[in-house]
């Protein structure tokens, strides 16, 4: 909402929401997932604040027009609402639409650690959406991009062999900052090469060839929120609050999709490790610094925008049709 | 070699050698880190295989020209041998170098492990250099790239509370694969920003906007040999075979300096950390995976090049000339 561009209101299945966007991008993405997915609804809106309402929206054969995301009753009629703006929009109107009937699928920080809020991945925790049903009002998690990555793939093996401890590092696509961000790591890219000071709007570090910590604020224990929201959100999401876990996050220059090296410790000794989600899960090794087969070193990548938002936000909705 | 560059021998103090070097950029870098040091030397020589010799190479206000690595007393009178070439040339004349009087420091892996060569990193580890003495033949190695630039901030911290288990996983620049490498980034940079096909000569994977893993081969056991080379060479340098290591080693698009996500599990808890040395230190919290402060989580940065590789080698040099 701070750059001003229209965001957006969907009605899913019966009806659903979008959530105020900060970019314009993240609805297109959400639009098409559902596209792609052919997800079925009966009518769909876009709701934004106020400064966007009344603007249009065209996508692929289709024009919407942006309703106000204040306006009384905005939620009216509303079964799914996709969220997908910052905390403070979520935790302002998802209330408000959860009163009204809907079911919130928020992709924001805001309620991921609410104990009353499930934190999903379809594919591999269906049974966190609990008693979430399609008319009965209720709030539902995206977990954060880099935690639904490395959770894709460790929680299979968690269930196998029960990890102990994780040690995560990751290598964050600019674009989790934004398609602002993405645009401007080009064009330090093209400066850099042709020997100019590098453009810096969005981040005071240079992204063109350079690698640095998340841009996440760092929090007074040294972490930063990034690397808690994946310490926090591996222990909700796996109901073990005795796991451990610690995670250093980065970014590097690449345009999309999150890499993450995650060395995993089991109680259990492995036997024989699977890969068969959506996820990239390569370079499985097991983990020579520790005895009897209990650790795993594996590298996961994928993309931080689809499966660790959209993707997963509207997996969440499918899951409330069924 | 195999690009038939000019390479090098160097007298160094008395007199010293400049091993036959892949590309002449590692020998340009040898013979600044001598200029910037001031190292002293009454005689500089440098030899390359037969294909170079004869060739000449100028450096500053001096020209050299290049002498065969093969002809009989090549290494006559020479003190200090700095070897910067492969394994193979290293193994093939290192022991000739010896036979003659000469010390070898060494920047290949060749030797690194035989349990007769010290291991060295003159910061951390002047005692490792042990009967070492001018005049008394000998082989030194210089550590890898990404272990020197890990222990020069680990060893410290495993000096004060004793490292039981260290999880690396690297950021590696495009230079550490030599010149070519880092101009064939900036190509392909250039290509993928113009919406081309990135030219691809010396790896197979697109590093533009990219990253991917270490190019070393992999062994059997799924490890890299950059990773191995981490595990091993740690447990040398510490004089402790029980120390726990493993390591993930990948490449980002930056052009130089690596960078390392290095989680440490001590036997002691910490009171203080300290961070003293060239390699950039930071990004330091006590890993919260870890109870009673047994653990670290630290960012560490040098240049694989300079500290990584030619500094350390003079270094060691400036030990034999106390």
Redesign the interface.
């Known amino acids: 909402m701070s750059l001003g561009t229209p965001a957006h209101t969907t009605t899913v299945g019966a009806e659903a929401f979008f959530g105020a966007g900060l970019a314009c991008c993240r609805v297109f993405r959400l639009l098409r997932v559902i596209t792609v997915r052919d997800f079925p609804y009966r009518s769909l809106r876009l709701h934004a604040c106020h400064r966007s309402a009344g603007k249009r929206l065209a996508f692929e054969d289709r024009e919407y027009t942006v309703q106000d995301l204040a306006a009384p009753g905005a939620f009216d009629g509303v079964d799914i609402a996709l969220f997908s703006a910052g905390g403070s929009v979520s935790r302002k109107y998802g209330p408000a639409a959860v009163a009204r009937g809907a079911v919130v699928v928020d992709n924001s920080s805001a309620f991921r650690m609410d104990p009353e809020v499930p934190l999903v991945i379809p594919e591999v925790s269906p049974e966190a959406m609990g008693n979430v049903r399609l008319g009965q009002g209720a709030i539902v998690a995206n977990p954060n991009c880099s935690t639904i990555i490395c959770l894709m793939a460790a929680t299979p093996l968690h269930r196998h062999a029960k990890v102990l ?3 995560v ?1 990751t ?1 964050q696509a600019e674009s989790g900052a934004g398609a602002a961000a993405m645009e401007e ?2 064009l330090q ?2 400066e850099v ?1 042709e020997g100019k000071a590098p453009t810096r709007n969005i981040f005071k570090q240079q992204y063109a ?3 640095f ?1 998340h841009n996440a604020p760092v929090l007074e ?3 930063n929120e990034e690397e808690m929201k994946m ?1 926090k959100e591996t222990r909700k999401f796996w109901n073990d609050k005795d796991v ?3 995670a ?1 996050c ?1 970014r ?4 999309r999709a999150h ?1 993450e ?1 995650v ?1 995993l410790q089991f109680e259990k000794p492995l036997d024989e490790v699977s890969d068969k989600d959506d996820v990239a899960v ?9 005895d009897d087969n209990r ?1 795993l ?1 594996i ?1 996961v990548c994928g993309d931080q925008i689809r499966k660790g938002a959209a993707l997963n936000a509207v997996q969440i909705a499918e899951m409330l049709l069924k």
Chains 1, 2 share one sequence.
């Open positions: 401890r994780m040690v590092s290598y790591l080009k890219t093209q090469l060839f350079n690698i910590s224990n040294g972490y310490v451990k876990v610690t250093t980065i590097v220059p690449v345009m890499a090296s060395n390569g370079r499985i090794r097991l983990d020579l610094s520790l650790g070193d590298f």
